[in-house]
């Protein structure tokens, strides 16, 4: 009988350390990256043109820069269906799985209508082979003072934009895309 009292004892010991064990933790975020993929917008137009789209790769993420000759901070970014060109609405034909519309609220012309950015190839704008997010850079158009650029995104990830004064009289327009969530 004693030996049944102690079993019985350390049986319900044991349910109850089952019971109220700790959760798991939480895991941290990836690379401490807390962005999310809702819009994002930010700042008024200005009349500096555009002169480039870079990108580059990042252990956390795939970064993508847009070159400005003159103060420029007006921008709206954001995942959509499909991007279309201003001023035809065709659309922009990407790879990738999801796709992300960059408005920025500059020109890629100047005061006297030459263009400032012209690629070499406007489906293409930066090779993104062995790029872990991004897929595909294409320009969609610039109108009526808003240049629209076309992000192909391997998925719906979370993403980030920011303005970077300098050097000079320049700004850069910044997105990076996460790799992972």
Partial sequence: MKYIKAW???VGLLAAFIMIAPAPAQAAPYCGITW?????TAGTSSSAAISDVRAGQHPCF?????DV?????GYAVSYVS???RPGSGDI???RGGAYLKVTVLAPAYTAAGASSYVPANRNELVNTAGYSTLQQLAFAGSFEGRT???V???ARLPFNVFVLDGPGATSRIVIDVAHRW
């Fill in 36 to 40: 999310g993929s809702l819009a994002k």
């Fill in 82 to 84: 499909a991007v279309t």
């Fill in 8 to 10: 019985l004892a350390v």
């Fill in 92 to 94: 922009v034909p990407l």
């Fill in 62 to 66: 795939d970064r993508m820069v847009i």
């Fill in 148 to 150: 629209t650029l076309a």
């Fill in 69 to 73: 000759n003159g103060h420029a901070n």
């Fill in 152 to 154: 192909g995104v391997r």
